[in-house]
């Protein structure tokens, strides 16, 4: 059995991975999810904080034997805004406005899925922090540790920032030689670190999306695989046979600390099923790529209230949202 994530990191990775603030002027707000008694100096570099406490659970028995009980979670979400004023035209309290918003509007619409987590390269350039693509021609399938692999440049990134029919390409005229692709995304968390990533012994199951297809002179295809960091091979092959763009999917439910590696890295490969003839090129084609990934922990989240909660005592004046977050998930035991 999975381990039970921490809700608190459930919750900071949920919003995470979601909340999304527009500035007056056009970009986006920068943001940071940490946990409760955050360094105040990373205002400095944030527009926007968001911190929950470490939550109180109460145990309810829902039959006399108390085989089937619930356990209910109710923590303490703060937001903090102290708006960049050099490079924003909004006001801190615009900006709190704006954020408080966002938050609710994440716990609303994932309300029933707090414990799935979703990864693209949606707005994501070159040398990417977390998750980054690389392309590469051979006629074998290399590892992800080859160092025949090359990043995409930031204009090819943004080809498969969503699914609009606009690809990026690898092709080859080698003989023998395959057009291959290789994407990287942090699901897991490395020993040590202090982020919002999963444990990998929390989670349920991966599913990737590949979107795309190939060419070749043997014939149309593309084949997905993703890394075994166990046994060090690729595996769990999924192929298509079309010469426009199909959709191809692996689902993980079992063995899943097999493929996140040390660093909390999964790894996908995509490759043209035939290699090049020498003239003819093999092409593979990508328009988007997504992993979904599930964690044993709550079932349900959403905000019980919320109130503002300005620090005035300070100059400048800190501007704050206190959210009651509650959570709970269902427990049947076995004796």
Not at 12 to 25: A, G, I, P, T, Y
Not at 87 to 103: G, I, W
Not at 124 to 148: F, I, K, N, Q, V
Not at 241 to 262: H, Q, R
Request: one cysteine or more.
């Amino acid at each position: 059995m999975s381990e039970f994530e921490d809700p608190q990191v459930t919750i900071l990775r949920l919003v995470e991975n979601n909340f999304r603030v527009v500035l007056d002027s056009g970009g986006l707000a920068s943001f940071k999810c940490a946990p409760e008694n955050i360094d105040r100096e990373l205002l400095k570099n944030y527009d926007v904080t968001f911190t929950v406490s470490t939550p109180e659970c109460n145990a309810r028995k829902l039959t006399l034997c108390g085989k089937t009980r619930v356990r209910d979670y109710a923590m303490k979400g703060v937001l903090t805004c102290q708006v960049k004023l050099k490079t924003s035209a909004d006001t801190p309290q615009t900006m709190r406005s704006k954020a408080t918003e966002s938050v609710l509007a994440v716990l609303q619409q994932n309300r029933r899925l707090p414990y799935q987590s979703i990864y693209n390269f949606y707005a994501m350039g070159a040398a990417a922090e977390t998750h980054r693509a690389y392309d590469a021609a051979a006629t074998t399938e290399l590892a992800p540790s080859s160092s025949s692999w090359a990043e995409l440049s930031s204009a090819n990134y943004a080809k498969i920032w969503a699914l609009d029919a606009v690809d990026h390409s690898k092709s080859t005229s080698v003989l023998n030689q395959y057009g291959l692709m290789l994407f990287r995304f942090k699901i897991g968390l490395k020993a040590g670190e202090l982020r919002n990533e999963a444990r990998e012994q929390c989670l349920t199951s991966i599913s990737i999306a590949f979107t795309g297809y190939g060419t070749a002179p043997g014939g149309n295809g593309l084949t997905l695989k993703i890394w075994n960091s166990t046994t060090s091979a690729w595996g769990n092959t999924q192929t298509g046979t079309a010469g426009t763009d199909e959709t191809l999917t692996i689902a993980l439910t079992s063995s899943l600390t097999d493929y996140v590696d040390a660093n909390g890295y999964l790894w996908v490969l995509a490759r043209t099923t035939n290699p090049s003839d020498g003239g003819t090129p093999a092409v593979a084609y990508c328009d988007f790529i997504q992993v979904t990934t599930q964690v044993n922990g709550i079932k349900f989240a959403d905000y019980r209230n919320f109130r503002n909660v300005d620090e005035t005592r300070v100059k400048p004046y800190v501007y704050k949202a206190e959210f009651t977050i509650v959570a709970w998930l269902y427990e049947s035991l076995t004796t």
